[in-house]
């Protein structure tokens, strides 16, 4: 079965504390990817990365950086030094390689309070 | 305009009404989405096509038929609906199926309400 969990249901940091999102995944698929998207107050959800399973490497984008362990079927998401615009519902989601058919966990909400 | 576009941004109805969601996407992607999501729920996957033929339909209810006239537009009608199927309808285009250019971009979303 394919699932994705982020056992975070909301979390709430002081402006510029460091932060860890958790995605656990669980597929039987040998090749998939895996994504982080932003949905802040306005509905509209942003793509932040996909990764490819064939590439554990970690990634750093700015103040952004996703920790991929596939031993652990983790993907976890770190915002460095937070802000109040950073504040939003973070989803985790696995896809397939051979079809976009995506599972989305339910989300993390994230509040930088001031 | 750019990237993907949804009208109307509201929708109040009837459950007797009958009224159309639009998507438009001006990436030049081959495949669009219809997901919805309920509040406390993850994303729920409806429907995808790929150059204007549906791939794959979750089990959706007969009260929503989607229509893709050709690769830039995406509608969802809708018929005699519930108050449950009040939620935020997302619409997303992606480059095609099965490549490596998959990832999905979102539509600002359409809050529907169902009295």
């Known amino acids: 079965a394919q699932k994705v969990t982020q056992a975070q249901t909301e979390i709430s940091v002081v402006e510029k504390e460091d932060v860890t999102l958790d995605c656990v995944y669980e597929?039987?698929?040998?090749?998939?990817?895996l994504f982080w998207y932003k949905q802040p107050p306005s509905g509209e959800l942003v793509f932040l990365i996909r990764?490819?399973?064939?590439?554990?490497q970690n990634e750093i984008s700015g103040r952004y950086s996703w920790n991929f362990q596939k031993s652990t079927s983790s993907f976890n998401f770190t915002i460095t030094a937070s802000q109040v615009v950073d504040s939003a519902v973070y989803f985790c989601?696995?896809?397939?390689?051979?079809?976009?058919?995506?599972?989305f966990g339910s989300g993390t909400k994230l509040n930088v309070k001031p | 305009e750019t990237g993907v576009t949804q009208t109307p941004r509201h929708l109040v109805m009837g459950m007797t009404n009958k009224k159309s969601l639009k998507c438009e996407q001006h990436?030049?992607?081959?495949?669009m989405y219809w997901y919805k999501q309920s509040a406390k729920k993850p994303l729920e996957l409806m429907f995808v096509?790929?150059?204007?033929?549906?791939?794959e339909n979750n089990s959706v209810p007969s009260r929503f038929s989607p229509e893709c006239p050709n690769s830039s537009h995406l509608f969802l009608h809708l018929h005699t609906l519930q108050p449950e199927d009040s939620a935020l309808y997302l619409c997303?285009?992606?480059?095609?199926?099965?490549?490596?250019?998959?990832?999905?971009?979102f539509g600002p979303g359409t809050r529907l309400t169902v009295l």
């Open positions: 597929t039987r698929d040998t090749t998939y990817y």
């Open positions: 990764r490819n399973s064939f590439d554990e």
């Open positions: 990436l030049g992607h081959n495949a």
């Open positions: 997303a285009s992606s480059q095609g199926l099965g490549t490596t250019t998959d990832t999905q971009y």
């Open positions: 096509y790929s150059l204007e033929e549906r791939v």
């Open positions: 989601a696995l896809g397939p390689y051979n079809f976009n058919k995506f599972y």
